[in-house]
């Protein structure tokens, strides 16, 4: 069985600040993947990434970054500077083994204020 | 900039009505997902098609939920009837790999 735990319920921020979206997983796969999504305001879900389980090399997007470690079963998330439009609820998820669905965690809400 | 579209996006109905809400996944995707959201239970899979073909909807009501795909550019999702634990936002999602999903933008969805 999979599972995703996002331990921060929410998460405030001051402009600016860096802060980081924890995500820890589990599975008995050895293939997965896995996902962050940012749920706006408005209530669409935006991909942000994918990872695969292979590759731990963590990667940077502007200012958005993640941090891969299977030794600990983390998929961590940092926003440099972060900004008033960061404001969002984010899910890390997986799809692991054959299956190709998502399993959700149950998502951190960011509020980021000036 | 291609999308998955969702139709209605937002539908209020009385308890007991039939609700029909339909995806177009983005064109050349394979697989198409059913997810539903709520406070309580979060965000949930119901259902999800390979080609067309049902492969797990383990996630859904059977007594009153279906999920069925009438060609490649549609997908549809049936309450019937619905009741008020029903109400919920469903998002529709379509990928070309097994490992990508788009969303659509949700259907919200109250039942009174």
């Known amino acids: 069985a999979q599972k995703v735990t996002q331990a921060q319920t929410e998460i405030s921020v001051v402009e600016k600040e860096d802060v980081t979206l924890d995500c820890v997983y589990e599975t008995r796969d050895t293939t997965y993947y896995l996902f962050w999504y940012k749920q706006p305001p408005s209530g669409e879900l935006v991909f942000l990434i994918r990872?695969?389980?292979?590759?731990?090399q963590n990667e940077i997007s502007g200012r958005y970054s993640w941090n891969f470690q299977k030794s600990t079963s983390s998929f961590n998330f940092t926003i440099t500077a972060s900004q008033v439009v960061d404001s969002a609820v984010y899910f890390c998820a997986l799809s692991a083994g054959t299956a190709s669905k998502l399993t959700f965690g149950t998502g951190t809400r960011l509020q980021v204020t000036l | 900039d291609a999308r998955v579209t969702q139709t209605p996006r937002h539908k209020v109905t009385e308890m007991g009505q039939e609700v029909t809400m339909r995806c177009q996944p983005i064109l050349g995707h394979n697989t198409v997902f059913w997810y539903r959201q709520t406070m309580m239970q979060g965000l949930e899979l119901l259902a999800y098609?390979?080609?067309?073909?049902?492969?797990?909807d383990s996630g859904m009501p059977k007594d009153r939920f279906s999920a069925e795909m009438p060609d490649a550019t549609l997908a549809t999702l049936k309450i019937q009837p619905s009741e008020p634990r029903d109400s919920a936002v469903y998002f529709c999602a379509s990928g070309l790999t097994p490992y990508e999903q788009y969303f659509g933008p949700g259907t919200r969805l109250t039942v009174t």
């Open positions: 990872r695969n389980s292979f590759d731990e």
């Open positions: 098609f390979r080609n067309r073909a049902p492969l797990d």
